[in-house]
């Protein structure tokens, strides 16, 4: 078994439970942030819709330079485009996955911006600290907008509150 299946034996759980909380995005609430110091909602359901596309690109480079020019994002404006942005990076990352050699799961993977390096790790635990718990902790964050918004929250590792 390589260490990509491995690592990721709970990918499609865990993307699953995401895309079922962006599939309650309230488009009326996007500007909405429980506290001064927290995103709004718009950034953070923006940020939970990167992952599967971060994990491509971790799959295919070695670094991120955030001093480099980086394209422009689409606007996300509704649930729809939310999870159309989503959908598309995680087919990515899942094609990607399966080719990823051991080798290439234990070569360092470097975050920087210009000369300051952020992090450099093994790209394995890239993946499991900076995509899929990294993930799963702002999708936890979500949880409490919902919440504070009267959205129904999905079970995610069993039936939540709202479907009891």
Partial sequence: ???????FA??????????????RLPEGHLDF???AKSWPLRKLAKHLT???SWGAYIVAHDVLDFAAPQPPAP??????????????????F???????????MMETWTMKNGDAVIMAMPRLAVFRG?????????RAQLTIYYRLLDVPVPGLYGPSADEQ
């Fill in 50 to 52: 990167d992952f599967g």
């Fill in 33 to 35: 942030a429980p506290h």
């Fill in 10 to 23: 709970d990918f499609e759980h865990e993307f699953a439970n995401t895309r079922r909380m962006l599939e």
């Fill in 130 to 138: 900076m995509i899929m718990s990294h993930m799963i902790h702002h």
């Fill in 75 to 92: 606007p996300l404006e509704t649930a729809a485009d939310f999870l159309k942005a989503f959908d598309e990076g995680v087919a990515a």
């Fill in 1 to 7: 078994m390589s260490l990509a299946h491995t690592a």
């Fill in 94 to 104: 899942r094609s990607a996955l399966p080719t990823t050699t051991d080798e290439q």
